[in-house]
């Protein structure tokens, strides 16, 4: 009664399937990993083309779910064409149900049912494993806690299943290797996994090259972004943040660094980490120093970063934080529905800044967004000039993601049409528009003088240089100075790296 769990996106951490394969296996049912990452394609500036498989990795992987009793594939947004293709084949070749999870299916459920007869809502542990249970039994699981099922074009909208309140309960997730299978896209073929295949597609440090093991502590989260959709509104009454315990998330760590020595990082990476009091955060650092021991990177947000937690976590290893400040501009502020101010932002960038030397911070800023005001984005800019250095900005172009409160508003204004929705799952949030005021995030990385910044920040700058020729041109000569400051990176490291041979 093997339960295949497909996943579709390049980061084969893929915390989502392997915390489903755990909790299954925990209850009795064998499952199957089919991990299908294709790096090259997702960091590529691919506009908006759809991704497609060939048809011998569709044939392969229908091969592996065969004898599955079920399938289940987890998608963000941006998977949807995939999902839709893998789905499509497996109901041609075999007789085995499928059933969709994950963000998209929970933000678009009408939408997702149009191509898989079954979707599982919100947080899939128990929801999956009754469906297993009962399709194994040949029992009728229309009923199920947890899922909209499209039968006979009627749909069924079973009730919510209750979150799990003690995640300690959880399994850690698997990374047992038993039935994981990979997908390897310049060889066009679906092999075994094994340890030297994992390491070799695990996310990698951008700086250092080194693997990475990413984990979560947190479930839910505090804010409420218009951007960003959140399972909040399906839990009323429930406890909807809830974080695991510093013992168990350094016991999964302690797991893993014994089983992959070649694991050389950690990565912490969900939103909600500073969240959690600071006494848990100083148990969780004291354990992590004394048992782990390894670099350690984080996320978190400007309300709820402080000094203290920073400086425990600091000790324990932490070198990297990425926080979210999106934009500075009170106006564009309220279109997000975030709440912070500007005072605290700085206050949190000064609170990073202490650990200077030993901490580096990456802020994120969101562009792109057709309901903000050029004079609200230059706002944002001179805000991003000021913080205290050392820092490195990141760029996110703004995504309507379905089930969005800015989804819902673009709709209902006329911004996008239902026909565009497929293009736009297809956005990739990484490649913005290449213009001058996009241009300036990226040079504010240099460290120039402050009144450089002031002369191409000013109103005048703008308005002169603010025109489509001329961000291409700045574009193209930004990204001939990365190639280079690339090349001498690699040509310091491989430097370091003969000297301690010798």
């Known amino acids: ?31 199957r990993l089919i991990f299908l990452p294709d790096i090259k394609f997702d960091t590529g500036d691919n506009g908006d083309r759809a991704y497609r498989y060939s048809e011998s990795v569709l044939g392969q992987v229908a091969e592996l779910c065969r004898d599955s009793v079920l399938v289940g594939i987890s ?48 947080e899939g542990e128990d929801t ?34 209750p979150l799990k309140s003690d995640l300690d309960q959880l399994p850690h997730p698997d990374y047992s290797l038993e039935e994981h299978y990979l997908f ?18 695990l996310p990698k440090d951008p700086e250092s090259g080194k693997p990475t093991y990413q984990t979560m502590v947190t479930r839910g989260c505090p804010h409420n972004c218009a951007y960003c959709f959140t399972f909040k509104n399906f839990y009323k009454g ?18 893993i660094r014994s089983r992959f020595r070649k694991i050389e990082m950690v990565v912490i990476s969900d939103d909600s980490f500073f969240a959690i009091p600071e006494e848990e955060i100083k148990k969780f650092a004291e354990l992590y120093r004394q048992k782990i021991s390894l670099p350690m990177r984080c996320l978190g947000s400007p309300s709820t970063v402080t000094e203290k937690k920073l400086g425990y976590l600091v000790d324990a290893g932490l070198f990297q934080i990425q926080m979210g400040i999106e934009t500075a501009s009170e106006a564009t502020r309220k279109i997000y529905n975030r709440t912070i101010t500007n005072s605290k932002v700085m206050e949190s960038a000064y609170a990073i800044n202490k650990f200077n030397g030993r901490l580096m911070p990456y802020y994120d800023f969101i562009t792109d967004n057709p309901y903000e005001k050029k004079e609200d984005f230059l706002t944002t800019l001179r805000f991003a000039a000021n913080l205290p250095r050392p820092y490195y900005l990141q760029i996110f ?4 993601f379905p089930g969005t409160q800015l989804y819902y508003r673009a709709l209902k204004e006329g911004l996008i049409k239902e ?26 990385n240099i460290p120039l003088p402050k009144f450089v910044f002031s002369i191409l920040l000013s109103d ?37 790296k003969r000297e301690k041979q010798i």
Request: charged share 25%; net charge neutral; proline share 3%.
């Open 419 to 444: 026909s565009d929705i497929m293009k736009m799952f297809r956005k990739q949030f990484h490649f913005e528009k290449k213009n001058y005021m996009n241009f300036m995030l990226h040079l504010i």
């Open 184 to 201: 390897d896209s310049g060889e066009d073929r679906i092999s075994k996994m094994d340890e030297d295949s994992l390491i070799r597609f």
């Open 128 to 161: 999956l494993l009754q469906l297993a249970q009962r399709i194994s039994k040949g029992d009728d699981y229309l009923s199920v806690p947890g899922l909209w099922i499209n039968k006979d074009r009627e749909i069924i909208k079973n009730p919510m299943m």
């Open 238 to 255: 429930e406890k909807y943040l809830r974080h695991r315990s510093a013992g168990d998330v350094v016991s999964e760590l302690e797991e």
């Open 75 to 122: 998608l963000f947004s941006c998977h949807f064409d995939r999902a839709i293709e893998l789905t499509n084949y497996l109901k041609e070749h075999i007789s085995s149900p499928v059933v969709w999870g994950g963000i998209h299916p929970t933000a678009a459920p009408e939408h997702s049912l149009e191509y898989s007869d079954i979707i599982c809502i919100g």
């Open 460 to 496: 005048f700058a703008v308005w002169v240089l603010d025109r489509e020729s001329i961000g291409k041109l700045l574009y193209r000569a930004y990204y001939y100075y990365k190639k280079i400051q690339a090349k001498q990176r690699a040509s310091a490291i491989n430097s370091l």
């Open 1 to 31: 009664m093997t339960v295949t769990l497909i996943s579709p996106q390049s980061d084969i951490s893929a915390f989502g399937i392997r915390s489903l394969s755990a909790y299954l296996k925990k209850n009795g049912i064998p499952t």
């Open 397 to 400: 172009s703004l995504v309507l």
